[in-house]
């Protein structure tokens, strides 16, 4: 298994160091098909040792689900004490997948 870490950048002009890639994180509570909590978590680990800053995931992802899943790594890792946290929004979703608005209810 290599121990290479993955490339950092510096974040804008003056900003932190931040690796060059980061991990979508989607499919680790809906998506793609039945998932493994083991499988994740191990995955959100090793990427933590090889440099990763950035974990993707939104509370649209399985409706609040991935980020429940998310916190404890965040918290253990201390993660939220780190810059940079990165966010996002998106409209909320119906059935023939329509973006009506932005926000969070």
Same mark, same amino acid.
């Given at each position: !298994?290599?121990? =290479?870490?993955?490339?950092? %950048? @510096?974040?804008?002009?003056?900003?932190?160091? %931040?690796?060059?890639?980061?991990?979508?994180?989607?499919? !680790?509570?809906?998506? /793609?098909?039945?998932?493994?909590?083991?499988?994740?978590?191990?995955?959100? =680990?090793?990427?933590?040792?090889?440099? %990763?800053?950035?974990?993707?995931?939104?509370? !649209? /992802?399985?409706?609040?689900?991935?980020?429940?899943?998310?916190?404890?790594? %965040?918290?253990?890792? @201390?993660?939220?004490?780190? @810059?940079?946290?990165?966010?996002?929004?998106?409209? =909320?979703?119906?059935?023939? !997948?329509?973006?009506?608005?932005?926000?969070? @209810?």
């Amino acid at each position: !298994m290599s121990t =290479e870490k993955i490339e950092t %950048v @510096e974040l804008g002009t003056g900003g932190p160091r %931040v690796g060059a890639q980061g991990l979508g994180c989607m499919g !680790m509570s809906f998506a /793609y098909g039945p998932t493994d909590a083991d499988e994740a978590r191990a995955t959100l =680990e090793r990427a933590r040792e090889l440099g %990763v800053t950035l974990f993707d995931t939104a509370d !649209m /992802y399985g409706r609040g689900e991935n980020e429940k899943f998310l916190a404890p790594f %965040v918290r253990a890792q @201390e993660l939220a004490q780190l @810059e940079p946290i990165a966010g996002q929004v998106a409209g =909320e979703r119906y059935a023939d !997948m329509s973006s009506t608005s932005a926000g969070r @209810e």
